[in-house]
């Protein structure tokens, strides 16, 4: 099923949650530069284990974990030989849960592309030359490894979410992209997000989100979005800022507040819902329950 005819259907579109703080919470290694691609050489267990954790809480789509699996986080741990094998090993597991799992649901996978450098600084996005080069072999593999969609995510800047979008549309897939903003709703790199969206559409996304941003900060967020896309909207917040202990904890918001939160962002018109860093398949399941009695709009089946 594609992505567009799962939004033809259900009112709400359920994605899944974090993957990087999870594995942390979970005991796994996400030190940079290669953050949760650890896991897929260490702990693809536990890969596994999170994503049917995300669907028996009820999400509808589950990401791969290829977020900082691009060829310059591996450059920079020196594995640059097994891009190909890693980004292959994490659809690869992703689909494995989805065979797995007896759902009677349809479950689609989304490819993750993240930016090519840190997500929390623009001022690091490189040449254009580069994005299009990293952007389109990140997309090219994870297209032909079968994804349903891909979701270029966490962008923060228009230069590179433009990048992004090209390297998605010229495989052939449908793909969605992401935002980053600010507190005033800006992207982090200070531009509007209607720059953002006029710079993505004519790429032709099947929706645009915002996600990687505290609950509190994304109404605005989405209020920015909702007044210029023109497809389909959605986001997948944080649930806090880090508060390190040890490890970084995500405590200022729980599965409750966060609920309460989305319903108030799918009444806004966001038709895909889900979480970011923090959130965990409770976060997941709460929000499903809460969506249970009318998640499915006038022209589902």
């Not at 398949?281 to 809460?290: E, F, G, K, N, R």
Request: glycine share 8%; with cysteine; charged share 25%.
């Amino acid at each position: 099923m594609r992505l567009m005819e799962f939004l033809e259907r259900k009112h709400t579109v359920i994605l899944d949650g974090a993957m990087g703080t999870e594995l942390g919470r979970r005991g796994v290694d996400i030190g940079l530069p290669l953050w949760s691609t650890h896991a897929l050489i260490h702990a693809p267990h536990v890969v596994r284990n999170i994503h049917t954790d995300y669907l028996r809480a009820g999400a509808d789509v589950l990401t791969t974990n290829t977020f900082r699996s691009n060829i310059r986080a591996l450059r920079r741990a020196h594995i640059e030989k097994r891009w190909d094998e890693l980004n292959l090993k994490a659809v690869e597991f992703a689909f494995e849960a989805r065979e797995r799992f007896p759902a009677d649901r349809p479950i689609l996978i989304a490819g993750s592309i993240g930016p090519v450098e840190d997500c929390y600084r623009p001022d690091l996005v490189p040449s254009d030359r580069e994005l299009a080069d990293e952007h389109g072999r990140q997309a090219e593999i994870l297209a032909t490894a079968g994804v349903d969609f891909l979701l270029a995510e966490t962008m923060n800047t228009v230069r590179e979410a433009v990048a992004a979008a090209s390297a998605c549309a010229a495989t052939g897939k449908e793909f969605a992209v992401s935002f980053v903003c600010n507190d005033e709703g800006r992207l982090l790199s200070g531009e509007p997000i209607d720059e953002a969206v006029a710079g993505v559409v004519p790429s032709r996304p099947t929706a645009l989100l915002v996600n990687c941003i505290t609950v509190k900060s994304m109404h605005r967020a989405l209020e920015h979005l909702r007044s210029c896309s023109p497809v389909p909207i959605g986001c997948y917040p944080n649930v806090g800022t880090p508060q390190v202990d040890g490890r970084a904890v995500y405590a200022e918001v729980g599965p409750d507040e966060f609920v309460r939160e989305a319903l108030r962002w799918r009444a806004m018109g966001a038709r895909l819902l889900g979480g970011c860093c923090g959130t965990t398949p409770d976060w997941i399941s709460a929000l499903v329950c809460a969506l249970a009695t009318d998640r499915y709009g006038a022209g589902s089946s």
